[in-house]
């Protein structure tokens, strides 16, 4: 019975042991099963935290997200807030570049705007407009104070034996002013006739005779009396301040003033239309500029640029074709020598010629690299004396050529009265061109 029981107990023991291994064998197997899933699991955090350091850039670069970088000790500068920058010593070690922040500056708010009713629009306009206007007005009041009216008194006698008296005025510029006498620019034609020239000043007539006179510009100048002359109308009158005319340029705007449109006392406003014209005067050339205010036959005055200067003085002879018809002006340039002589009553140098330049082309035409042509030789004149005809091309002068007109007068302006000049000339025969040498003692005008 026992053995029996032993064998038994032999088979279960079998099925006991055969059990107890395989507990063993899952219980390392789970243990290595763990292990390995730890080890995995430190594995992909090192690779994982590799990967995102290495794509970190990128990443936020293809995403578009930027991070300011944190700057130590930086201080950031208010925005349109201007600062010194402070000058810094030299040093050797290298200056590192602070990293760009971008700055996000918030609009600020777009303040409401007023908007101007039509009624107001049209009240500022015309309250600009009024302005423009009183500050002519103001330079047109200080320019008046140099100029005076001027009344030519004629006498004479119809073809019926009865004696008349006709007057006329004109407006005059005060040129020198002291404190017995005025020096007065005139139109030479308004006042050549007269038998008797008066000016008014305040409650006064003053008598004024002629002074001096230069028939080429159809200017004279009148001397008034001021006796009897109060102090207060005295003190109102200015000398007439005169500028450059070779300042202004076309499209500049200037005032025209004394009887521009044949009205005594009336006043334009306009701009300088062209310039450069010449004319040629005996032995001289001025130079002549348009404006587009009225013209009329019987219109003088002065222009003034908006300084107040007198800049240009209104010619109704000194005019070619292409300004019959427009406002014309002698330049002061040129004028100026001129006005200066006719005050001091100085003697002109006199030749006796009238000129024009001539163009290149004929120039090379004849074969010539200078001269100027001779238009007119007047009558009892140093230049007729000596023999020059019209037509004859002025080459020389002393030895020194001629290249115009103006230059010819330079030339004059450096000798003096009764000085013998030597003159060439190319005259034209009937067997052609040839020089001629003429000697000119010149005179005094």
């Known amino acids: 019975m026992e053995n029996k029981n032993q064998a038994n107990n032999s088979d279960y023991q079998f099925i006991r042991e055969k059990v107890v291994s395989r507990k063993k064998n899952r219980l390392k197997k789970m243990l290595f099963i763990s292990a390995f899933t730890i080890f995995l699991a430190i594995l992909f955090g090192i690779v994982a935290r590799l990967v995102f350091l290495c794509a970190d850039d990128p990443l936020k670069r293809f995403l578009g997200i930027a991070e300011p970088s944190p700057t130590p ?129 305040g409650d006064r007539q003053c008598t004024a005779n002629l002074w001096n006179y230069d028939t080429d510009c159809n200017l004279a100048v009148i001397q008034v009396d001021l006796t009897g002359v109060s102090p207060q109308h005295f003190d109102l009158l200015q000398e007439a301040v005169i500028g450059d005319s070779s300042l202004p340029r076309v499209g500049t705007p200037i005032l025209v003033l004394g009887s521009p449109n044949g009205y005594i006392g009336s006043f334009e406003l306009g701009m300088v239309t062209s310039r450069g014209s010449v004319y040629y005067i005996t032995d001289n050339s001025v130079d002549l500029f348009n404006t587009n205010t009225t013209d009329s036959a019987s219109g003088d005055g002065v222009i003034v640029n908006l300084s107040g200067e007198v800049i240009g003085i209104i010619t109704r002879t000194l005019k070619e074709n292409l300004n019959q018809s427009l406002c014309t002006a002698i330049g002061n340039t040129k004028l100026k020598g001129i006005l200066e002589q006719l005050i001091s009553k100085e003697k002109r140098i006199y030749f006796g010629i009238r000129g024009e330049d001539i163009p290149l082309a004929s120039l090379q035409e004849a074969s010539l690299s200078n001269g100027i042509y001779i238009t007119d030789v007047l009558a009892d004149s140093p230049a007729s004396e000596a023999g020059i005809k019209t037509g004859d091309i002025l080459l020389k002068v002393n030895g020194t050529n001629v290249y115009s007109y103006s230059g010819f007068h330079r030339l004059l302006s450096t000798h003096n009265i009764g000085e013998e000049l030597n003159v060439t000339i190319q005259r034209t025969g009937r067997l052609g061109p040839k020089l001629v040498e003429l000697k000119v003692v010149l005179a005094g005008k």
């Open 73 to 201: 000790n930086v201080t950031p500068t208010p925005i349109n807030t201007p600062s010194p920058t402070p000058t810094l010593a030299p040093s050797n070690s290298p200056t590192p570049t602070p990293d760009i922040i971008d700055i996000v500056t918030p609009e600020p708010p777009t303040p409401t705007m007023y908007k101007e009713t039509d009624q107001e629009r049209a009240e500022r306009v015309l309250s600009d407009y009024a302005a423009v206007f009183s500050a002519l007005q103001q330079i047109e009041t200080k320019v008046k104070k140099s100029i005076v009216t001027v009344e030519a008194v004629e006498n004479g006698v119809d073809w019926l034996d009865n004696t008349y008296e006709m007057k006329s005025q004109t407006p005059g510029i005060i040129l020198k002013k002291t404190k017995v006498y005025l020096l007065v620019l005139v139109s030479l034609d308004r006042i050549q006739s007269a038998s008797e020239i008066i000016v008014n000043i």
